[in-house]
């Protein structure tokens, strides 16, 4: 308990930061989204007038573009995973590499602590830090669109899109776990965790918009749920974030193995 507490005090400053500049992005768009649609006219002669090509670089669909949840989807939720996937790999690599790199964990492991409680305390800790992100936008979202959103919208995907950042936080997570006990060091593991996050994220975006690249978003955890589906099916992908979230804890298991195995590096 003691550790759980220690891992609260140190992470709290940071999660509150990162999440007020997620609510803050939020605020950013949702009241200026009955704004928008009412001008919906002439701006959608201004968007078909663009390359379509551009247009789908940016995830924008002109059919559902013009919805409360089409418009924040495109605009907002861009925002939102950029700092979702920065915020859960720092948040990772501070519990485990930052505590490699700056010899602490030899100190928790002279405690009455086993390896593998400290790693269980520490992924609870990291769980818990990204479930309180992911219900402070959820429920952020649901009071934000029903203050200021007056058209009709589905509350469904508003909530599937707080979902969503919750699969970001546990897959590119769990992969800085696994880079925090594999390699002991913290620019390495955020380097190579937040390099991985751009790496699928802007390919997606290239496979949506060339069709002949689609192939690549196969690579992509991005694919699974897409935003631009989700609004224009109406559908939240819902057994596929599911899925990616158990790969996500097979990661984290994996990294438990070799925590409680692996000697610390000098």
């Known amino acids: 308990m003691n550790l759980f507490k220690k891992e609260l005090k140190y992470n709290l400053k940071s999660f509150f930061i990162w ?21 919906s006219d002439s701006l959608k002669k201004f968007m078909d007038s663009m390359p379509k090509f551009l247009l789908k670089s940016f995830g924008t669909n002109t059919d559902t573009f013009f919805t409360p949840e089409g418009f924040f989807s495109t605009k907002g939720m861009t925002m939102a995973y950029i700092l979702t996937g920065i915020f859960s790999v720092l948040i990772a690599s501070n519990m485990f590499a930052y505590e490699y790199q700056k010899k602490t964990i030899e100190y928790l492991l002279i405690k009455p602590y086993s390896r593998l409680k400290i790693f269980l305390i520490k992924s609870f800790s990291l769980i818990f830090f990204y479930l309180v992100y992911f219900f402070i936008f959820g429920i952020a979202n649901f009071l934000l669109f029903k203050s200021f959103v007056h058209y009709e ?10 979902l969503y950042l919750f699969v970001i936080e546990m897959f590119f997570g769990s992969i800085a776990v696994l ?3 594999l390699f002991q060091k913290t620019i390495l593991t955020q380097s190579i965790s937040i390099g991985l996050f751009v790496f699928m994220y802007f390919s ?19 694919k699974y749920f897409s935003l631009n589906e989700t609004v224009s099916k109406g559908h939240v992908f819902v057994l596929n974030s599911f899925i990616i979230i158990l790969i996500s804890l097979t990661i984290m298991y994996v990294s438990m193995i070799i ?7 000098y």
Do not use: C, H
């Open 19 to 39: 999440g007020s500049v997620l609510i803050m992005f939020s605020l950013l768009f949702v009241p200026f989204i009955d704004g928008i649609l009412q001008d």
């Open 153 to 162: 919208y589905n509350i469904n995907i508003i909530n599937g899109f707080a």
């Open 179 to 181: 880079l925090s006990v």
């Open 204 to 222: 997606d975006m290239l496979g949506f918009a060339i069709d002949s690249m689609s192939w690549i978003r196969n690579f992509t955890i991005f």
């Open 259 to 265: 925590f409680k195995n692996k000697e610390i590096e």
